[in-house]
């Protein structure tokens, strides 16, 4: 009988996320200007430090999407751009298999990542991601919101009814009324798991940053930003509906990278 991923997530969390990780060899980059590849454990993970970054640097943690690569969120989606113009460090990492573990694993397997680097700024360390990887963005948000002062996500929401961690956390995401991969209005997705409606997840996140305004804008035609504000330490939601968008990284009507990285240098831990 299939088992619905989705429904697997909260249970997974609590048990997974209380397992420390063993210690292991670690290979961690310099902090001169290039894409470099580091270790954990023998898994490898991307870091692009542009020549623009001044040390200690605002840091993005960026989660691909299923069976993709950790260079497709450095190279694919503008963030390389946003990098090199704003003077922030990109990090990578790889999922096993191409396929992100919501366990615990892959959590303790990023946080090694932050506190092997010594380029970053612990006060301005972020988390944006790509279908499953903005899954696995938002299972950050609720395990580790002390960890990335805000996060970013693209083409998959959820939600966790038992977060570990209460915080509040800053959030900005977008999805594509035409996704046939991870479905606006929820449901099947293309790998069989079960998504949630993109819109009430985002409003569940409000309720649980305690947010007490809403305001519905029109952006672009076929762009609506949904926005909650007023909310508890400052954490504001904001959800673009993109009518007729695909699963795709925006790069067109709006830039997702650039919206992005202006939303989230606002936050500081």
């Given at each position: 009988m299939r088992r619905l991923w989705i429904l697997g997530l909260c249970a997974a969390v609590v048990l997974g996320l209380v397992a420390a990780a063993p210690l292991a060899r670690t290979e961690t980059p310099n902090c001169s200007p290039g894409l470099h590849t580091g270790f954990v454990e023998g898994r490898p993970y991307l870091v692009y430090i542009p020549a623009s970054a001044?040390?200690?640097?605002?840091?993005?943690?960026?989660?691909?999407?299923?069976?993709?690569?950790?260079?497709?969120?450095?190279?694919?989606?503008?963030?390389?751009?946003?990098?090199?113009?704003?003077?922030?460090?990109?990090v990578a990492p790889q999922a096993r298999g191409g396929t992100w573990d919501f366990r615990g694993a892959d959590t303790t397997f990023t946080g090694r990542i932050l506190d092997d680097l010594s380029c970053d700024d612990p006060?301005?360390?972020?988390?944006?991601?790509?279908?499953?990887?903005?899954?696995?963005?938002?299972?950050?948000g609720c395990a580790e919101p002390r960890r990335?002062?805000?996060?970013?996500?693209?083409?998959?929401?959820?939600?966790l009814p038992k977060c570990v961690q209460p915080d509040p956390v800053p959030i900005i995401a977008f999805h594509g009324t035409a996704d046939r991969v991870v479905p606006f209005a929820g449901g099947l997705t293309a790998s069989s798991a079960t998504a949630p409606p993109a819109q009430a997840t985002m409003r569940r996140w409000a309720a649980h940053n305690r947010c007490r305004q809403y305001v519905r804008t029109v952006v672009e035609p076929g762009v609506t930003l949904h926005d909650w504000d007023d909310c508890a330490q400052g954490a504001e939601v904001?959800?673009?509906?993109?009518?007729?968008?695909?699963?795709?990284?925006?790069?067109?009507?709006?830039?997702?990278?650039?919206?992005?990285?202006?939303?989230?240098?606002?936050y500081r831990l």
């Open positions: 001044r040390m200690p640097a605002p840091t993005i943690v960026t989660f691909h999407g299923r069976l993709q690569k950790a260079i497709s969120q450095i190279r694919g989606t503008g963030l390389k751009q946003v990098a090199e113009r704003e003077g922030v460090l990109l006060h301005r360390t972020y988390a944006s991601g790509m279908s499953m990887g903005s899954a696995m963005t938002f299972l950050q990335f002062a805000a996060i970013g996500g693209v083409g998959f929401e959820i939600f904001r959800f673009y509906r993109i009518r007729g968008g695909k699963h795709a990284w925006p790069r067109g009507r709006i830039d997702a990278s650039t919206l992005m990285w202006e939303f989230f240098a606002h």
